[in-house]
């Protein structure tokens, strides 16, 4: 779970709060599935405040929409959750990451424009990537 790691969200790299929100969302839809949701909504609050220092000034700088987008999904995914609603839960979370990944592309976008490669390659973190292994198949055929 989450708890502690919110309150230092400001001084963290954004990829790591992009990680702080995909957990954080992830153990809330955990929760609902097999724990009948009693700690849902208060996992997806902690995620609520991932959004802050570093993610939130670039995203609203370059990307403002996506981030209005990520917040809308994470307020539907707190009332989904309080509601015990794992599909509407599912959904926020599809539209949260969604938006998320979409900011930090257009704020990996700006920063190499501008020559800021250390930026740009902060934000490229925050994607879908898992490592692969002798047990993993990829995804193609």
């Keep these: ?8 969200a400001g001084a963290q790299a ?3 709060q992009g990680e702080q929100i ?25 995620t609520q405040e991932a959004i802050s220092g570093k993610l939130e000034k670039q ?15 994470l307020a539907d995914a707190e009332s ?12 926020a979370r599809g ?3 969604a938006a998320l990944r979409h900011g930090a592309f257009d704020v990996a976008v700006d920063a190499a424009a501008a020559g800021e490669v250390e930026r740009a390659r902060g934000w490229l973190l ?3 990537f ?9 995804g193609v055929d």
């Design 126 to 128: 925050i994607r879908d």
């Design 22 to 46: 995909r957990n954080g969302l992830f153990d809330a839809q955990t929760d609902i599935l097999l724990s009948g949701g009693a700690r849902a909504a208060a996992d997806v609050r902690a």
């Design 14 to 16: 954004p990829w790591q």
């Design 130 to 138: 898992r490592q692969a292994t002798r047990f993993t198949r990829p």
């Design 80 to 91: 989904a959750a309080a509601a015990g609603d794992e599909i509407g839960l599912a959904a």
């Design 59 to 73: 995203l609203r700088a370059s990307s403002p929409r996506s981030l209005d987008q990520l917040e809308a999904a």
């Design 1 to 8: 779970m989450l708890f502690g790691l919110p309150a230092a």
């Design 95 to 97: 539209r949260a990451l």
